[in-house]
């Protein structure tokens, strides 16, 4: 798995330098990027994702002062906004004065008008609970991509995946035959069938499972 990040993060990298003409977004693309961005694409992203499609390093957005500012990471399929940003905690939570305390909020709150979904991630809990912040993208990009669903799947089964991408947590056969209005029986029987499918796996249970989730 280390190999395969290795060469397909240098891919995705050099794919988004060879296609950038905005001069300062290169500039920052060139200098390399920050430490505990790549270890969030390390130990989080790439392997709850397996991929970098619709991802963008270093993004630039302009703010109400007609400034520029950057995202760590963009999250953008189909034109959609979404935003990660890592969160270090030297430089975000120790030393943090009241200057850059108010500006770290400002500029959160420009981008949420601006229509932008963020998703602030700190890097201590990218070393300390990778399982955790990998469950978080998972529902991040289900917000944007719960309709992406294999083909072959039948509506109530397609809904349940979609269902289980939104939460942050696992999901049980009660609030899944509430979400669908079907008995507790028929959604036992759409969970164990994306089980089969290896689309969901069991979270909690062993004679009688009690909750499912996406699996990571």
Known sequence: MASQFEHKYKEWLQSNIDSESNHRRLELLNKGLGHGTIEFLRSVWFPAV???????????????????????????????????????????ARDLDVRRFKDLCRRHCLLSLDGWMLLPVAYPSITDEPQQCQQLVLAFIGKFISSDV??????????????????????????????????????????????????????SGHQRCRT???PL
């Open 50 to 92: 397996g991929h970098f499609d619709h991802l963008l390093p270093e993004w630039e957005v302009r703010d109400f002062n007609n400034g520029y500012r950057y995202l760590d990471l963009a999250y953008m399929p189909g034109g959609a906004k979404g935003g990660i940003e890592i969160q270090g905690y030297a430089s975000h």
């Open 150 to 203: 294999p083909s072959q799947l039948m509506s109530s089964e397609a809904e349940t995946l979609r269902l289980a991408r939104r939460l942050l947590r696992p999901i049980t056969p009660l609030e899944l035959a509430e979400h669908l209005r079907v008995s507790d029986r028929h959604a036992r029987r759409i969970l164990y069938k994306l089980v089969e499918l290896q689309l969901l796996e069991v979270s």
């Open 212 to 214: 499912f989730k996406i």
